[in-house]
């Protein structure tokens, strides 16, 4: 038995948004007042990693196209990838200042997943609409931690990079087929049957 | 730019058609059923409207002979794409299906239903070639990481034990890093390579293809699914156990790759028709072997700088190599007696002979092992021994993994098949 696609999405809109916020808040009071507590430093890629992890059952449990299934994978490992590089930076064990390149990469590869399992123009559909919003917005929106990653106390880099990834929650939570509270307006979809 | 602004307002704020694509919710007769009378129809509901190609729903039966009429969606209900079939008889059955949803994606499936049979399992249906060099080969990398994975985590628990170098550390973890993540890579590709002979699709349609029923009603899915999951848990606890220091981390992890293992056993080829006693020695066989061929590559890739560490390592694991060997010849006796029912299989069948091959590099490691134990074991702190006890890891290591190339093929392949008791033997037997 599986939830609803848009279920899915919503689930990861808000861990997204949580995400968002948390990099918004680190942005507007300085890394150093953040970082007072020193578990707030590991808050936000602990997160990320997190939200990796639970990408890969929806890849296995999602099967309806190869499309698809690869999408969920891509993204399942550089939200891994992101989180462990961010990690790893954080606790010391690496060194290399490199691996700030770890999130614009986890950006651009996801953006790219976004508009390469998109075969439709931008308003075709609801969908497809969503669809390429979520990857120009990330693709384009990879410059900004791009640029934190070569000026970490930048506030127009940060407020940027954390201000891409709420666009993406808000349009996350934008995707549904069946809303409760708007019910089944779309007359192409057929009869309600959820 | 307002017009812009004002269409994403509208689209934001109103529901449609979110999926991507349409979703096949429910198929009559269902995926994999038996029937007990040939059905009048074919009947798939989508969960959004569709509109049904010429070649919608085509049925073959065994012999690839089209048994369908011409499909069409069900007045009223756009979802519900139907097909009229003749008068089926006895056997098992293959339904191809290709819908075009609202968004213009072509979606493609297939599934198997029988009539007074058994349906034939996904990967056997009509058109479907079964597995060639490109699966021998990835089944061969998925064998090696596990080799990389479970077997290192074994040597660093087993073997190593307690804290080392930080420099070996690293290199246990790159190379246990290595093996998680590319078995998650080499998952993902023998799943699609098994989806794609049954689907039998061009690459561009493939990749719409409806890899639902592969993942849920097969054994190989459901194995893809388990061992997905449990790897990518296991990539998690091995970051954690390398962010934290916490060796202790290390033990589920080793635990749970362990026991992922049997996985392979259970989406093999030949499991068709096993109990659970040859599936479990098939598991012992696979996870022995890997302990054996991790620890091998461990010690000679992962400790090579450090003389000391080297030595001690090499006395814990020739220890453990033992039983570990004696584990694998066990099981693959048992095995080789349950597969081939004639002695002679061994060098009339196709089976038989690669199962030769086999056993003779494994002899070849055994040799090489005994070698390692008896002779350079007591000579272990001669320093010409220490140099070039790196060189003969390798190649003790390269054998085994022709091993598993070969364990590979016979995974993929099917055993000879049982003989029938001629009907005299058969009626004084059922007398006696």
Redesign the interface.
Known sequence: MQPP??HV?WLFATGFLLLGLLLLAEAIVGREVWRLRPWRAYLWPSLF?ALG?LM??V???F????????AH?SW??VM?LAG?AE??LI?G?LRNELWRLAVPLAFAVSGAAFLI????PW?????????H?CGWTLLVGALFPLGAAFKPRSLVFNTGYALVIVAVAI?LY??????PV?????P????A?R | MKRLGAVMVVLLAFPATASAHATLEQTSPKIGQRLAASPRVVRLEFDQSVRALSNAIQVFDARGRLVSGAPHTLAGDSRVVVVPVYRLGRGGYTVRWATISNDSHVGRGVFTFGVRAAAPPISDAYGATGPGTSEHVVRWLYFLCLALLTGGLGFRLLVLRGPVAPDVERRFYRVTGIGVVAALQVGTIAFLLRAEDALQLPFTAFLYGDLSPFASSTRFGKAFVAMELGFAFVAALLFLAWLTGRRLLLWPAFLLSLGLGSGLSLSSHQSDDRGWLPSFADWVHLSAATLWIGGLLSLAFVVWNDRELRRRAFWRFSEIAGPLVALVVAAGVYMTFKRLPALDDLWSVGYGKLLLVKLGLVCLALSWGAFHHFVVRPRLDRPAVAGFLTRSLAGEASVAVAILLLAAILVDSKPPEKQPAPPQAAALASRR
């Open positions: 696609a848009e999405h990693f992890v890969w059952p890849m296995v449990f099967t309806n196209s190869t499309i698809h299934m690869l994978s399942a490992q891994m462990a990690l790893g606790s064990k399992h998109e075969a439709n308003l075709y559909s609801r969908s497809a609409f969503v669809h919003v349009t934008a995707s549904r087929d069946v809303a708007f019910g089944h307006l779309s192409s979809a057929g009869v049957h």
